[in-house]
């Protein structure tokens, strides 16, 4: 009697469980191709699936792919637990994707995600350029994968649903926080890769500072500490601060300690305000005041409205912005 298994069986064919599962008892929901392959690795092995498993096999499953930048963000970390719970409730199969790797670029991730033959895609990363887009359009029309952009956006588009916050918003009123304030020299903290998110978080603290009057100051660094820690020591040596907006807490919370470092006071000399209100956030000391971006509630949102999608119901508002809020801490005067 053959020993082999069905996870024997998907990883010999290359394709996921949900795939042989469909090639046995569905064949018409698999490429010909890809059955005939699935069927000679079966009959290769020997496989023979046995009652629990033909029960199992026999139920309706539901394999969604989940697109992620990496998995070091403590944001993603509690975005995927939003999208696990409802996946959960739906009795969903996650497949993981991560693309921080060198070796593999995200074209080919998409393409193992097309191969894969899920039933549908969150897809995390907040780095979209037009080529990435369209190749996204592609996996939606031609392989009618449905698509859910989670916590990310493309301008001037709403083909694909999207779930985030409005981010410009987020980025003016978080500013203008720091103007009332009577901090005249306020810089935006970003990252030297351009992500459209951040794009957004941008033009709401330019909005805010022309609205002031005030000279608008980006700086770009790494949202690696060992980066922009000697960054940070470098570029204040001969800029004079009294505000920083950092478009990440993990940022925000790096330059307080550089700043502390250096025998300067935060709020009293340096107001610091952060975003997403992270684990960092309430970690950090002084604990940081920061844009409060619902991120749980982003994922769970998402799974919401690609399960319509792949149920084929109608989507009344493809971009959904869910309510974001200022949490006012120890890094800034007016709490």
Same mark, same amino acid.
């Given at each position: 009697?053959?020993?082999?298994?069905?996870?024997?069986?998907?990883?010999?064919?290359?394709?996921?469980?949900?795939?042989?599962?469909?090639?046995?008892?569905?064949?018409?929901?698999?490429?010909?191709?890809?059955?005939?392959? #699935?069927?000679?690795?079966?009959?290769?092995?020997?496989?023979?699936?046995?009652?629990?498993?033909?029960?199992?096999?026999?139920?309706?499953?539901?394999?969604?792919?989940?697109?992620?930048?990496?998995?070091?963000?403590?944001?993603?970390?509690?975005?995927?637990?939003?999208?696990?719970?409802?996946?959960?409730?739906?009795?969903?199969?996650?497949?993981?994707?991560?693309?921080?790797?060198?070796?593999?670029?995200?074209?080919?991730?998409?393409?193992? #995600?097309?191969?894969?033959? #899920?039933?549908?895609?969150?897809?995390?990363?907040?780095?979209?350029?037009?080529?990435?887009?369209?190749?996204?359009?592609?996996?939606?029309?031609?392989?009618?994968?449905?698509?859910?952009?989670?916590?990310?956006?493309?301008?001037? @588009?709403?083909?694909?649903?999207?779930?985030?916050?409005?981010?410009?918003?987020?980025?003016?009123?978080?500013?203008?926080?720091?103007?009332?304030?009577?901090?005249?020299?306020?810089?935006?903290?970003?990252?030297?890769?351009?992500?459209? #998110?951040?794009?957004?978080?941008?033009?709401?603290?330019?909005?805010?500072?022309?609205?002031?009057?005030?000279?608008?100051?980006?700086?770009?660094? @790494?949202?690696?500490?060992?980066?922009?820690?000697?960054?940070?020591?470098?570029?204040?040596?001969?800029?004079?601060?009294?505000?920083?907006?950092?478009?990440?807490?993990?940022?925000?919370?790096?330059?307080?300690?550089?700043?502390?470092?250096?025998?300067?006071?935060?709020?009293?000399?340096?107001?610091?305000?952060?975003?997403?209100?992270?684990?960092?956030?309430?970690?950090?000391?002084?604990?940081?005041?920061?844009?409060?971006?619902?991120?749980?509630?982003?994922?769970?949102?998402?799974?919401?409205?690609?399960?319509?999608?792949?149920?084929?119901?109608?989507?009344?508002?493809?971009?959904?912005?869910?309510?974001?809020?200022?949490?006012?801490?120890?890094?800034?005067?007016?709490?």
């Amino acid at each position: 009697m053959s020993k082999a298994t069905i996870y024997d069986v998907a990883g010999a064919a290359r394709v996921s469980l949900a795939t042989v599962s469909r090639a046995i008892n569905n064949p018409e929901k698999v490429k010909p191709e890809t059955r005939e392959r #699935v069927l000679r690795v079966i009959e290769e092995l020997g496989y023979k699936p046995n009652a629990f498993a033909k029960g199992l096999a026999s139920r309706k499953s539901t394999t969604v792919a989940v697109l992620v930048p990496d998995m070091s963000r403590a944001s993603i970390a509690e975005m995927m637990n939003g999208i696990a719970d409802i996946a959960r409730v739906y009795k969903y199969s996650i497949l993981l994707y991560i693309l921080d790797n060198e070796e593999t670029s995200e074209e080919d991730v998409l393409k193992e #995600v097309v191969a894969a033959q #899920v039933d549908g895609m969150l897809y995390l990363n907040d780095e979209i350029t037009k080529k990435q887009y369209d190749f996204l359009m592609t996996m939606r029309d031609e392989y009618k994968i449905p698509i859910v952009l989670t916590n990310t956006l493309y301008p001037d @588009s709403d083909e694909i649903p999207s779930v985030s916050i409005d981010y410009e918003k987020a980025g003016y009123e978080i500013t203008k926080k720091l103007v009332e304030e009577g901090r005249k020299n306020i810089f935006m903290v970003s990252t030297v890769r351009r992500y459209m #998110v951040n794009d957004q978080k941008e033009q709401g603290y330019l909005r805010a500072m022309q609205e002031a009057s005030l000279e608008p100051r980006i700086m770009r660094t @790494s949202g690696r500490i060992s980066i922009n820690t000697e960054h940070f020591n470098e570029y204040f040596k001969n800029h004079k601060v009294d505000g920083v907006v950092a478009v990440r807490d993990s940022i925000a919370v790096s330059f307080m300690n550089v700043a502390r470092a250096n025998h300067v006071k935060i709020p009293e000399d340096i107001s610091v305000a952060g975003f997403q209100n992270t684990k960092y956030a309430m970690l950090a000391r002084p604990t940081l005041t920061c844009v409060d971006v619902p991120i749980y509630d982003i994922g769970a949102v998402s799974m919401r409205v690609l399960t319509k999608v792949m149920n084929q119901e109608e989507v009344e508002e493809p971009t959904v912005m869910l309510d974001h809020d200022i949490i006012s801490r120890n890094t800034t005067l007016n709490k």
